[in-house]
T-cell receptor, first 115, second 114 residues
């Protein structure tokens, strides 16, 4: 079982809805990540928070808004999404500062469908 | 754009077979290398890290050739439960604050057949 917990597991939303994805870890990790994965494609990095500060934004559209309320929690706020945003959204965490040994641990993901 | 290339497969092999996957990466400054396994509609899970001297974990052996920017995974005595997509993953080095995002290959599909 993963130690990174994501909710909800499934989400269906309309293009005018506002929703949020949530992620939580209690491993004491200080870096947290959002990845997006389309079917039969590899995960693609969206955002990275390191020590609760946004350190990487991979040119993600503003309809996706990340938030890191504390070192254990990571949210992804969704607004005015498009059908092509339908995908599996994966949260991950890592210890941060381990350099060469840094490993990511993934949550089970939220399968998002935008109608 | 930094890239990780893999043969997408699928590789269909009988139980007990030995199968090898290869991967190349474009960024010569890459420092860390991993193989992740992903089952259908599940999250990626770390299978093993890949070290310069090569390393083994049970039936799995990983090799790294930095000069050729090439990584391999060998699976011996394949089991039905090995059926999955195997993702070659490269870390481009620590970014600000110590975060180290990973770059994923497209994955190689393996089906082990009884």
């Amino acid at each position: 079982d993963t130690e990174v917990t994501q909710t909800p597991k499934h989400l269906v939303m309309g293009m005018t809805n506002k929703k949020s994805l949530k992620c939580e870890q209690h491993m004491g990790h200080r870096a947290m990540y959002w990845y997006k994965q389309k079917a039969k494609k590899p995960p693609e990095l969206m955002f990275v928070y390191s020590y609760e500060k946004l350190s990487i934004n991979e040119s993600v559209p503003s309809r996706f808004s990340p938030e890191c309320p504390n070192s254990s929690l990571l949210n992804l706020h969704l607004h005015a999404l498009q059908p092509e945003d339908s995908a599996l959204y994966l949260c991950a965490s890592s210890q941060a500062g381990q350099g060469l040994n840094e490993k990511l641990f993934f949550g089970s993901g939220t399968q998002l469908s935008v109608l | 754009r930094k890239e990780v290339e893999q043969d997408p497969g699928p590789f269909n092999v009988p139980e007990g077979a030995t199968v090898a996957f290869n991967c190349t990466y474009s960024n010569s400054a890459s420092q860390s290398f991993f193989w992740y396994r992903q089952d259908c509609r599940k999250e990626p899970k770390l299978l093993m890290s890949v070290y310069s001297s090569g390393n083994e974990d049970g039936r799995f052996t990983a090799q790294l050739n930095r000069a050729s920017q090439y990584i391999s995974l060998l699976i011996r005595d394949s089991k039905l439960s090995d059926s999955a997509t195997y993702l070659c993953v490269v870390n481009d080095g620590p970014r600000s604050g110590g975060a180290t995002p990973l770059v994923f290959g497209k994955g190689t599909r393996l089906s082990v057949i009884a």
